[in-house]
């Protein structure tokens, strides 16, 4: 017995967690210390992995989302509704939340300094070998409307104007791909990370930018934590789970989201942690790659922050009444902008006017300083994900769910 029990722990091994950590140390060092061609061979491997994950993810949303939205059976179309509804509501608070929080403490240390020393920090070129361009079948967005229209169609019209063949077609190709997950992607992802930092350190956009704008990234990511300790604490309350069991379940993600800077690329973990939250199987793989499409309550804190940040530096207009429509529009256009690290603000590049930004140099201050925590943003935006997706598992099983049983019953 004892025998057993030691190799059933040998082949358990070391956890996500353990080896997302380690990854990220190691690729520092590689950045640091280690000579160029190390670092770019460790970026070749990282870049090939990612082309290989940005194809399978259209495919996951695309398998999961469906499955998700088909299993529901009833109540669809409220369920993708009142998902939408939390995402949208908590990027806006989000947002003027961050607004309210930079515009009291930023005006203390922004100042025009500022800007001579991001334009100073290094900025090496380096890039991998080669890399094997492998083109999605289909983009995130296309993928996200295929998942929506398949799956609320199978959803209202199995067992009543169609069979059963498409729904167990989809089912298959889930399993596939929920194979693939567990035995390339997930295995994969710690030197996919490795390289990831190995890249930012080499290039000095680790040490270099932070280290100039450190009290607005203190700030910002402290508002990340707040955000999510809020979030999660009220997603408890409304659930009856509890919120610290829950944060401690989501760490593999958020890891996961900092060393990935993706939110699509992170969903196989997050899926994982809403699991370990006691989330529905039908709910958690229809909220969480929805979500990571269009809850972006993170990129809102940070773009705020920068934003607001910025127009101190160069004594523009910051009111409150300046930033909300940009806050409200960006909320929306944001859902364009997962699967690639750095995406959030290239999305929002085209909407800066509106605050007034349309100088080239200012928003390249504003993209070097977005770029320099992307991940982090992302890790809340993928963390945030999960208590949205207890609150729609509560809401479905209270309102829905219970309504179907109701009408069987009479």
């Excluded at 991001?118 to 991998?128: F, L, R, W």
Aim: with cysteine; proline share 4%; aromatic share 10%.
């Amino acid at each position: 017995m004892e025998e057993s029990s030691k190799s059933k722990k040998k082949k358990k091994g070391l956890g996500l967690v353990p080896r997302l950590i380690i990854a990220i140390i190691i690729g520092i060092l590689v950045g640091m210390y280690c000579p160029s061609f190390v670092t770019s061979t460790l970026i070749t491997v990282s870049d090939l992995f990612r082309e290989f994950l940005m194809f399978i993810i259209p495919l996951m949303i695309v398998a999961f989302v469906t499955m998700g939205i088909a299993d529901l059976s009833q109540g669809a179309g409220k369920l993708l509704a009142f998902t939408a509804a939390i995402s949208y509501a908590s990027t806006l608070l989000a947002g003027s939340a961050a607004y309210g929080v930079a515009s009291k403490f930023f005006p203390s240390f922004v100042n025009e300094e500022v800007v001579a020393k991001v334009a100073s920090a290094s900025d090496k070129a380096i890039s991998g070998y080669f890399t094997l361009t492998i083109t999605p079948l289909l983009e995130t967005t296309s993928a996200v409307v295929l998942a929506f229209v398949l799956g609320v169609c199978i959803s209202a019209m199995r067992g009543k104007e169609i069979g059963d063949t498409l729904y167990n077609v989809i089912k298959d190709f889930s399993e596939i791909i929920t194979k693939v997950l567990g035995r390339v992607i997930i295995p994969i992802l710690p030197l996919y990370i490795c390289g990831t930092f190995a890249k930012m350190t080499y290039q000095g956009t680790t040490f270099a930018i932070m280290s100039v704008l450190w009290k607005v990234f203190v700030v910002v990511i402290i508002l990340h934590l707040l955000y999510l300790i809020v979030a999660f604490t009220f997603a408890g309350l409304m659930t009856k789970r509890n919120p610290i069991t829950m944060l401690k379940n989501q760490i593999p993600g958020y890891l996961t989201a900092i060393g990935t800077q993706s939110s699509a690329a992170t969903i196989p973990v997050n899926i994982k942690c809403a699991e370990s939250n006691g989330i529905s199987e039908e709910i958690r793989n229809f909220v969480v790659p929805l979500c990571a499409n269009i809850h972006m309550a993170g990129s809102m804190i940070t773009i705020t922050c920068c934003v607001t940040a910025t127009l101190l530096i160069y004594g523009m207009p910051h009111g409150f009444l300046t930033l909300f429509p940009f806050i409200c529009v960006l909320g929306i256009a944001l859902v364009a902008s997962p699967g690639a690290p750095g995406g959030s603000i290239f999305t929002a590049t085209p909407f800066f006017p509106m605050v007034g930004i349309i100088s080239g140099d200012i928003v390249s201050l504003l993209q070097a300083m977005y770029i320099a925590q992307d991940s982090f943003g992302t890790a809340c935006n993928v963390s945030g994900d999960n208590a949205i997706s207890a609150l729609v598992d509560m809401f479905y099983h209270k309102y829905i769910k219970k309504d179907k049983i109701d009408k069987k019953t009479t």
